[in-house]
């Protein structure tokens, strides 16, 4: 495999010795034996669908989908006040995202309401009736997470957050800092 040389240049250096680094990647899977059952991107997608499956089934009687229950909860828990903060959060697409607000909004569980101090920005709020749905949601996520979770010690459950959370950091390091 040819070996690739990358030129740094002293003032990148500088910068790049400021930043934190993202680990060096291990080889811990190989192209000539890949096996889809032995990976971790396999199983988490798997384990994803079952999720999603699993908590659908329980807010069914609240006429959401798992594409309208999670912006919800998002919008509920303080994570994302416009349609640009949720496609960010969600990792989707703004026109998506703003096709499932107009549902949202029809079903009468979220409006919409122009920034006063910046007329471009549309905020979104919960409506009565989208406050108490939600508040039903993440009992149904509680009861699936635990099933999902069944056999395992509280230690195990601490270890996997944090081996998940390391996995996401690893992909997404933090932007170097300008130190000048």
């Known amino acids: 495999m040819p070996r690739t040389t990358q030129l740094v240049t002293p003032r990148l250096r500088a910068k790049s010795a400021a930043a934190p680094r993202a680990p060096k990647p291990v080889a811990h899977y190989s192209g000539a034996t890949y096996s889809i059952d032995d990976s971790y991107g396999y199983l988490v997608r798997r384990l994803h669908a079952s999720l999603q499956r699993h908590v659908e089934r329980r807010v069914q009687s609240l006429d959401l989908t798992a594409l309208q229950w999670g912006p919800l909860l998002l919008v509920a828990q303080g994570k994302g006040d416009t349609a640009a903060a949720l496609a960010r959060a969600l990792?989707?697409?703004?026109?998506?995202?703003?096709?499932?607000?107009?549902?949202?909004?029809?079903?009468?569980?979220?409006?919409?309401?122009?920034?006063?101090?910046?007329?471009?920005?549309v905020?979104?709020?919960?409506?009565?009736?989208?406050?108490?749905?939600?508040?039903?949601?993440?009992?149904?996520?509680?009861?699936?997470?635990?099933?999902?979770?069944?056999?395992?010690?509280?230690?195990?459950?601490?270890?996997?957050?944090?081996?998940?959370s390391r996995m996401v950091d690893n992909a997404n390091p933090p932007a170097p800092t300008d130190t000048e």
């Open 91 to 121: 990792d989707i697409d703004t026109g998506a995202v703003t096709r499932m607000l107009d549902r949202l909004e029809r079903k009468g569980l979220i409006k919409r309401r122009r920034s006063t101090h910046d007329r471009r920005l």
């Open 123 to 164: 905020h979104l709020e919960l409506t009565e009736d989208g406050r108490h749905t939600i508040g039903l949601v993440p009992f149904a996520i509680a009861e699936v997470l635990n099933l999902h979770l069944a056999g395992f010690s509280e230690r195990e459950v601490r270890q996997l957050k944090r081996f998940l």
